[in-house]
């Protein structure tokens, strides 16, 4: 069974699927693309601290070569 960008189940037939594409296109049809939820927040609010949580633990020694690290790896690219 074909399915669509967001793996959703579409008609096997190509009649069938070009009568569900026009419907959709033309609001008949409700455009089903899955759960629209993102990421979960949990997970979300963790990775916004993340960053900022390693650099306080981080000495201003070790946040110096870190970032020496980061501008040659853009600079060589």
Not at 21 to 36: F, L, Q, S, W
Not at 40 to 57: E, F, T, V
């Amino acid at each position: 069974m074909p399915k669509g960008p967001q793996g959703q189940k579409r008609p096997a037939d190509l009649i069938g699927n070009a009568v569900k594409v026009m419907r959709i296109a033309t609001g008949e049809e409700p455009e089903n693309c899955g759960p629209e939820e993102g990421k979960d927040p949990a997970a979300a609010a963790l990775g916004r601290k993340g960053g900022k949580a390693r650099a306080m633990r981080m000495s201003a020694k070790e946040r110096s070569e870190v970032a020496k690290l980061a501008a040659a790896k853009r600079w060589k690219r």
